[in-house]
């Protein structure tokens, strides 16, 4: 092996790689390259914590272990090395190496390289043969959703309006009545000690690129729900590597903002209240906070199991699809046809409080589509809907179920389904879901 910092070699190739496109567009992975570039000369090699500092532009909080965003982009860049020596030709007797476990460029003899797997498809076809060996079984029709541009903006625009909502509601309220507080099931939060957390069924949002690293669209997997999530999958999927890259977007349903102003009491109640996006939450915070959830049954994240376990109620195979096993029926919602149907929509809104696993509480306030949540916040805050729901001790669950019809994003009809206890002593338990 040739030293790594002999400058000609080294950077001959390196402006060889740049120029090929291989590493795509200006963005991460040209900045870790060129970083590393420079830092092939040192004698200490850069850290992972200097990658991330410099690279990542990550803090303080950035934890080797638990955040993989250098191993992970370590891990593409090495690929498109070796597509760069593969596809572009160049096959003289050395070439730049990635060491495995080493943060460093190196210049190594091409033999070196002997005998790994060589790819004699082309990254097209490669994507199309791995993806069906690799991918997890197949999600509903909504499982994978190819975002636009617009969308995506219109969503970050629903999550700058709920954000104004939360800023605002002390103000907001300061006239109102504090009406739903007072009832079942939301007076355990006048009497909470923990600090109020408000969780956001936000979606975690990546590019999808083509063969030069340029994002084609942006995509959202229902079990890919935060940058950890994705880097997990990215590195037990070699051949996505190639294709999925973090973008560090989120979007949320606007009809998360109408919610919040529903519950405007409830956070004028405990102004010191922090809100979070579900791709956030942590299992701690779950443990050490009374929670909210306020968003769409596809947006639950880390509660979708706890929501469900001890009542006769579960989200379907296609989270448009609410399951009363007590009944033998399932309910569906019109949102989700494509096209719509004309007049009225029928939606489904669905609400539960159960016990934390600390002895603290946590609310659930979702909908199929944005008909079901603006009409279960607007019902589960109405007081003379909540004096016809069962009463429940504060160590006791319950769960609630509302049909919905609206049209536009508009609820105009709420009929109450379902309202009954639930077990808690099996919502943190490992048995399987109904």
Do not use: C
């Amino acid at each position: 092996m040739t030293d790594a910092a002999a400058p000609s070699a080294l950077s001959i190739d390196a402006d060889r790689i740049r120029r090929s496109g291989v590493l795509g567009r200006p963005g991460q992975l040209t900045r870790l390259f060129d970083f590393l570039v420079e830092r092939s000369a040192d004698a200490d090699p850069p850290s992972e914590t200097d990658i991330a500092s410099e690279v990542f532009n990550r803090g303080r909080e950035f934890i080797p272990g638990q955040d993989a965003v250098v191993r992970v982009n370590i891990h593409r860049l090495r690929k498109r090395l070796d597509d760069f020596y593969l596809r572009h030709g160049f096959s003289g007797p050395e070439r730049l190496a990635l060491p495995r476990g080493e943060y460093r460029l190196v210049v190594e003899a091409a033999s070196a390289t002997e005998g790994e797997p060589t790819r004699a498809q082309s990254p097209a076809a490669l994507h199309t043969s791995q993806d069906s060996q690799r991918q997890p079984p197949a999600q509903t029709p909504v499982g994978k959703i190819a975002v636009s541009r617009r969308s995506l903006f219109l969503g970050a625009a629903g999550l700058g309006v709920a954000h104004i909502a939360g800023w605002g509601a002390a103000t907001y309220v300061q006239s109102r009545p504090k009406g739903f507080l007072w009832a079942s099931p939301w007076s355990v939060y006048e009497r909470a000690a923990a600090p109020l957390l408000i969780v956001l069924g936000d979606y975690y949002i990546f590019g999808d690129t083509d063969e030069k690293g340029q994002v084609v669209r942006l995509t959202r997997e229902f079990f890919i729900n935060s940058r950890d999530e994705l880097y997990q999958y990215m590195m037990e999927n070699d051949d996505l590597h190639y294709r999925y890259m973090d973008l560090d977007l989120r979007y949320l349903p606007t009809s998360v903002a109408t919610a919040l102003q529903d519950l405007a009491p409830l956070m004028a109640r405990h102004p010191s209240a922090q809100i979070i996006g579900a791709s956030q939450v942590s299992p701690q915070m779950l443990r050490d906070h009374d929670v909210v959830y306020v968003g769409y049954l596809s947006g639950l994240g880390p509660v979708r199991h706890p929501a469900f376990r001890g009542g006769r109620l579960t989200v379907g195979g296609s989270f448009d699809q609410i399951i009363d096993h007590k009944a033998g029926r399932t309910y569906e919602s019109e949102a989700a046809l494509v096209p719509p149907p004309q007049g009225l929509v029928r939606d489904y809104g669905y609400f539960t409080r159960f016990p934390g696993p600390t002895g603290n509480t946590i609310s659930i306030i979702a909908g199929a589509r944005d008909i079901g949540l603006s009409g279960v916040a607007e019902a589960m805050t109405t007081p003379s809907v909540l004096k016809s729901l069962p009463r429940i001790r504060d160590d006791q669950a319950i769960e609630v179920l509302f049909e919905v019809e609206g049209q536009n994003g508009a609820n105009l009809k709420t009929k109450l389904l379902v309202a009954q206890q639930r077990d808690p002593t099996t919502i943190w338990t490992a048995t399987p879901l109904n």
